[in-house]
């Protein structure tokens, strides 16, 4: 199994509240992402990173941010937690970007906002 | 834009069944396309990919070919078990630089004994 981690694995926040998610690697991967799972919309990437303070937008990246001071370590932040963000947050990663490279899955993090 | 449509689920076999789980995909140019399996109470792993037209993915038993004429990408297995039940996710790649995976909705896939 890739060495991926998330933590929190749950947590449990009020709107409004700043909220940061972290994912840490053992691989030594360039590319890590975060995707949010919803019912009925599979997964969609908001945020990503191609290397060290290098990141980009994804599909839904509105009220989210990211930071990657170190090659293992890749931070989402929610601003100010809204309902509307309350989904199951999985980070991945992977050795290249081309289009047919495997991705690696951590567990998940499952928000709550109340 | 790019997007990928799976068959709805949920989708309940007897063990020893015929499966398929029907995938199509809208996209400019040749994207690579996946199919990602997801136990439940854990992340995604990679079951089978294929990258450019008519190749056949294939591991554990699944199967599916990558067909540009019909845009399709349908997984297959000749007799499933129990240990099959998962979430099944269909998904693509095109832009190079950054692998950004479209997903499909998932189809949920249980096995009865």
């Known amino acids: 199994d890739a060495g991926i981690t998330q933590s929190p694995r749950h947590k449990v926040t009020e709107t409004g509240t700043p909220v940061t998610l972290r994912c840490h690697q053992t691989?030594?991967?360039?590319?890590m992402y975060w995707y949010r799972q919803d019912p009925g919309h599979g997964l969609r990437l908001i945020h990503y990173s191609y290397g060290v303070k290098d990141t980009d937008k994804g599909e839904v990246s509105d009220g989210y941010s990211v930071s990657r001071s170190k090659t293992e370590d890749f931070l989402l932040t929610l601003e100010s937690a809204t309902s509307s963000q309350t989904s199951v947050y999985f980070c991945?990663?992977?050795?290249?970007?081309?289009?047919?490279?495997?991705?690696?899955f951590g567990p998940g993090t499952r928000l709550t906002v109340l | 834009g790019d997007s990928v449509t799976q068959m709805e689920g949920p989708v309940t076999l007897s063990e020893e069944a015929f499966l398929t789980i029907n995938c199509t995909y809208t996209?400019?140019?040749?994207?690579?396309l996946f199919w990602y399996v997801q136990y439940p109470g854990e992340g995604l792993q990679l079951l089978l990919k294929?990258?450019?037209?008519?190749d056949k993915g294939s591991n554990k038993g699944f199967e599916a070919t990558y067909r540009k004429e019909t845009t399709s990408f349908h997984l297959e297995k000749g007799s499933v078990q129990v240990s099959d039940s998962a979430v099944y996710f269909c998904?693509?790649?095109?832009?190079?630089?950054?692998?950004?995976?479209?997903f499909g909705q998932g189809t949920r896939l249980t096995i009865n004994p």
């Open positions: 294929a990258t450019k037209a008519d």
């Open positions: 691989e030594n991967h360039r590319y």
């Open positions: 998904a693509l790649s095109r832009i190079q630089g950054a692998q950004k995976l479209v």
């Open positions: 996209a400019t140019g040749y994207p690579s």
């Open positions: 991945a990663i992977s050795e290249k970007g081309d289009l047919s490279v495997t991705q690696y």
